[in-house]
């Protein structure tokens, strides 16, 4: 091998090791911003039971109908769905199920993950909606 042939492979090599470097930097991030959302979703379930009272409750039960639905057993059920309770149109039409995901989603924006809804809710703060899902899950459970 030539000296410029070694110069060339050593580049070479160098470029791709950086290249390599940079693909692991770039998916340690999402990782890391992946499980950064789920532990905002994790949240304080007493702190998430203070704000559901004091921002869900006048609408919702845990375990009836009000104005809004009763959210017994509303994580992995369909949106719109649930018995004794009158729906919008654009809930009754909806796919969505929720999860974790959604009900964020729901909580931060409902008008925007389903068009035509009629709550006139949201929870802008990240923290606050995932302490409310932990408060939900521990108190909506079937």
């Known amino acids: 091998m030539t000296c410029n042939a070694k110069t060339k492979a050593v580049a070479l090599t160098t470029t791709f090791a950086r290249t390599f470097a940079r693909i692991i930097a770039s998916t340690f991030a999402s990782v890391l911003m992946a499980f950064s959302g789920l532990a905002?979703?994790?949240?304080?379930?007493?702190?998430?039971?203070?704000?559901?009272?004091?921002?869900?409750?006048?609408?919702?039960?845990v375990d009836y109908n009000g104005v809004g639905p009763a959210q017994k057993g509303v994580f992995g059920s369909t949106a719109g769905k649930a018995p004794g309770y009158v729906y919008s149109d654009a809930l009754k039409a909806s796919t969505v199920v929720w999860s974790d995901k959604t009900l964020n989603q729901w909580l931060a924006d409902p008008?925007?993950?389903?068009?035509?809804?009629?709550?006139?809710?949201?929870?802008?703060?990240?923290?606050?909606?995932?302490?409310i899902l932990a408060y939900l899950k521990k108190a909506a459970a079937p």
Not at 111 to 131: H, T, W, Y
């Open 111 to 131: 008008q925007k993950l389903i068009p035509g809804q009629k709550m006139g809710l949201s929870v802008p703060d990240a923290k606050e909606r995932g302490d």
């Open 40 to 61: 905002s979703a994790a949240g304080d379930a007493d702190r998430g039971k203070l704000l559901y009272q004091q921002r869900c409750a006048a609408c919702h039960s």
